[in-house]
C-alpha cells in the first residue's frame, strides 16, 4: 500500500494545480497577425471577406496560421484548453504545427521559447500544461496559433492568485504590418512549431506585425485576391506566391495582380520573392525546368514594371533563399526549420529596406 500511494502522489499534486488553474478566453487579450479584423477571430478571412475567393482558399483561410495571441501574467504555469475543427494530419509536418501551440516569452528584450501544446490524431479538443514551475515574475508572452487547423476556441490558464491581461506595453509594433501572400511555404509546411514559420521569425526578429496569407496549393495569383489584399492595412507587401502558379498561370495573372496593387497601394512597397528552387529537380530534369521556368516569368512582368516606372517594387531571386547546402527541405519543396531560418536571413534586410521606404521604419 505504501508503494501504491508513492506512485500516486505526483498524479494526485498535477491534477489539483490543473483544477486550481484559472482560464480566461483568449480573445479578451492582445491577437495580432491578422490582416482584417474576422468573425470568427482566430480565422484569417471569414466567409464574407473570403466569398470571392476560390473554394480552396476559403477553406485554407480558416486556418490560423501566423497569429498569435499576446498576454502578461506572472503564473508560476501556463496551461492551454483549445478546440479544433478537424484532426486531419499531413506527413511532411508536425502534429505540433499542424494543431498545436507554440509559447515564446519576453527575456532581456528578446523572444525566447518557452513550450508547446500538443495534439493528438484521435481528439480535436485539448488541456494540458505549457510550461510549470517557474517563478513569479511578471513577463509577457506570445503564443502562436495551429497553422494547418482551423482554431474555435482558447483559453489561457493560469494560478488563481495571478494577474493575467494583455500587455501594457506589446513588444510587436502593430503600426508596422506586412502582409505576406503565397503558397504552403508560407503558410508553414513543413516546419516544427508555428514559431518556426519564416513569417514568425521576422515578426520577433523586427517587433512588427506579421500577417501571414499563405494558402497552401492554392496560392495562384488569381485577382480577386488582389483586391482583397489591396483593402488591407499594409506598410510593405510580400509576395511569395510563385510556386504554385504554373509558368501559363504566371503570364497571365502576375502582371495584373501586382500592378492592381502597385497603383490601388502606391504608399505600399512590395517585395516579389521568385519560387524557392525544388531540390529534387536538380535530379528530375522536368521539375527542375519547370522551376526555371516560372523563375523567368516572374522576373520578365518584374522587369516590365520596372520599365513603367514603378520604383516601390523589390525583387528576390532564389539563388541562395535556403542556402546551397541541398539540406534546406523536408521532401524536395516544403521547407524545414533550417530551410525557413535560411529565408527568413535572405528576406530580412530587403524588408528593413522596405519598411524605411514606407515610411515605417523612420
Not at 504590418?177 to 503558410?187: A, E, K, N, T
Not at 517587433?207 to 483593402?231: D, Q
Request: hydrophobic share 40%; charged share 20%; aromatic share 8%.
Amino acid at each position: 500500500m505504501r508503494y501504491l500511494i508513492l506512485l500516486l502522489l505526483p498524479f494526485s499534486c498535477a491534477f489539483g494545480q490543473d483544477k486550481q488553474a484559472r482560464f480566461t478566453d483568449a480573445r479578451s487579450l492582445m491577437i495580432v497577425g491578422k490582416g482584417l479584423p474576422t468573425n470568427p477571430v482566430y480565422q484569417r478571412l471569414d466567409s464574407t471577406q473570403s466569398r470571392r475567393l476560390p473554394k480552396s482558399v476559403q477553406y485554407l483561410a480558416t486556418h490560423s496560421a501566423g497569429i498569435a495571441v499576446l498576454f502578461e501574467t506572472n503564473s508560476p504555469y501556463i496551461r492551454a484548453k483549445w478546440s479544433l475543427k478537424g484532426h486531419k494530419y499531413y506527413a511532411n509536418m508536425t502534429p505540433i504545427v499542424h494543431s498545436g501551440l507554440d509559447l515564446y516569452a519576453q527575456k532581456d528584450g528578446k523572444w525566447q521559447w518557452v513550450g508547446v501544446g500538443r495534439p493528438s490524431e484521435k481528439d480535436t479538443v485539448f488541456e494540458q500544461a505549457l510550461i510549470e514551475n517557474m517563478d513569479a515574475e511578471k513577463r509577457q508572452y506570445m503564443l502562436y496559433l495551429p497553422a494547418y487547423n482551423e482554431l474555435t476556441s482558447l483559453e489561457i490558464g493560469v494560478a488563481p492568485e495571478a494577474t493575467l491581461a494583455a500587455p501594457a506595453k506589446a513588444a510587436v509594433d502593430t503600426t508596422k504590418r506586412v502582409v505576406m501572400y503565397g503558397s504552403s511555404i508560407l503558410h508553414g509546411a513543413s516546419a516544427s512549431r508555428a514559431g518556426m514559420l519564416y513569417s514568425s521569425m521576422l515578426g520577433r526578429k523586427t517587433g512588427w506585425n506579421m500577417i501571414n496569407l499563405g494558402f497552401s496549393g492554392s496560392g495562384k495569383m488569381e485577382f480577386p485576391v488582389a483586391e482583397l489584399l489591396a483593402t488591407m492595412p499594409a506598410s510593405v507587401f510580400v509576395l511569395d506566391c510563385i510556386p504554385n502558379p504554373s509558368p501559363a498561370e504566371i503570364r497571365e495573372r502576375a502582371y495584373p495582380f501586382i500592378k492592381h496593387l502597385l497603383t490601388k497601394r502606391p504608399e505600399v512597397p512590395i517585395l516579389l520573392i521568385e519560387t524557392v528552387i525544388r531540390q529534387n529537380g536538380y535530379w528530375d530534369k522536368k521539375i527542375g525546368a519547370t522551376t526555371v521556368e516560372k523563375n523567368q516569368e516572374i522576373r520578365k512582368v518584374y522587369e516590365k514594371l520596372k520599365a513603367e516606372g514603378y520604383k516601390q517594387l523589390l525583387y528576390l531571386p532564389a539563388d541562395n533563399l535556403i542556402g546551397s547546402d541541398h539540406e534546406g527541405t523536408v521532401d524536395g519543396v516544403h521547407l524545414t526549420d533550417l530551410g525557413f531560418m535560411r529565408q527568413a536571413e535572405q528576406v530580412l534586410p530587403l524588408l528593413e529596406k522596405l519598411m524605411k521606404k514606407s515610411g515605417a521604419g523612420k
